[in-house]
T-cell receptor, first 117, second 114 residues
Framework: GAVVSQHPSWVICKSGTSVKIECRSL??????MFWYRQFPKQSLMLMAT?????????EQGVEKDKFLINHASLTLSTLTVTSAHPEDSSFYIC?????????????FGEGSRLTVL | AQSVTQPDIHITVSEGASLELRCNYS??????LFWYVQSPGQGLQLLLK??????LVQGIKGFEAEFKRSQSSFNLRKPSVHWSDAAEYFC????????????FGTGTKLQVIP
């Protein structure tokens, strides 16, 4: 089946530093990828839609300058948490649809757990 | 506003017992509906999905779900739960014609006791 891979799985960083998370579709091309954030014991919240070759679309309340998204190729989207602070600590998950928009399904990465000290 | 509601935050069942996880949705039109399972520290795996047609949907790992339009529900069921089913389950929905914005329920954590 389709596979979406995230890297790194775990990352710990100091407050003020920036962290980049990669999301790759391994056996299919994804013009669109989605980035979610999951707080402990809560559901997934869509942060932004990553579009290959164009700017990402952010959900209301998500800081564009804080969470930089780049969709450089049809198989790679990156999320950079800039000047990270402890409140940015969370589980970040990406997903990508395979196939036509009507009837396809989302494939999720393994998630990346960010801890900001 | 579009929403997905999972009224049960935590459910405990005995191994071998039947399971039903509830899900209700609020959408303008019948959305695409999904159930995902998440093991601790892992991403999400699709169990099953409903787009149209037969309202009883079969999924992986012996799960099934029934779409009831009159109740705006899409409950997940399994006749006999195994210890390995312990995980968090998310119901999700997306506008028909596309799944770009998937709305997730808050999740139900399933605990299985021997």
């Amino acid at each position: 089946g389709a596979v979406v891979s995230q890297h790194p799985s775990w990352v710990i960083c100091k407050s003020g530093t920036s962290v980049k998370i990669e999301c790759r579709s391994l056996d299919f091309q994804a013009t669109t990828m989605f980035w979610y954030r999951q707080f402990p014991k809560q559901s997934l919240m869509l942060m932004a839609t990553s579009n290959e070759g164009s700017k990402a679309t952010y959900e209301q309340g998500v800081e564009k300058d804080k969470f930089l998204i780049n969709h450089a190729s049809l198989t790679l989207s990156t999320l950079t948490v800039t000047s990270a602070h402890p409140e940015d600590s969370s589980f970040y998950i990406c997903s990508a649809p395979k196939g036509p928009t009507s009837g396809g399904e989302l494939f999720f990465g393994e998630g990346s757990r960010l801890t900001v000290l | 506003a579009q929403s997905v509601t999972q009224p049960d935050i935590h459910i405990t069942v005995s191994e071998g017992a039947s399971l039903e996880l509830r899900c209700n949705y609020s959408y303008g039109a019948t959305p695409y509906l999904f159930w995902y399972v998440q093991s601790p520290g892992q991403g999400l795996q699709l169990l099953l999905k409903y787009f149209s047609g037969d309202t009883l949907v079969q999924g992986i790992k012996g799960f099934e779900a029934e779409f009831k339009r009159s109740q705006s529900s899409f409950n997940l069921r399994k006749p006999s739960v195994h210890w390995s089913d312990a995980a968090e389950y998310f119901c999700a929905a997306a506008n028909s014609g596309g799944y770009q914005k998937v709305t997730f329920g808050t999740g139900t954590k399933l605990q299985v006791i021997p």
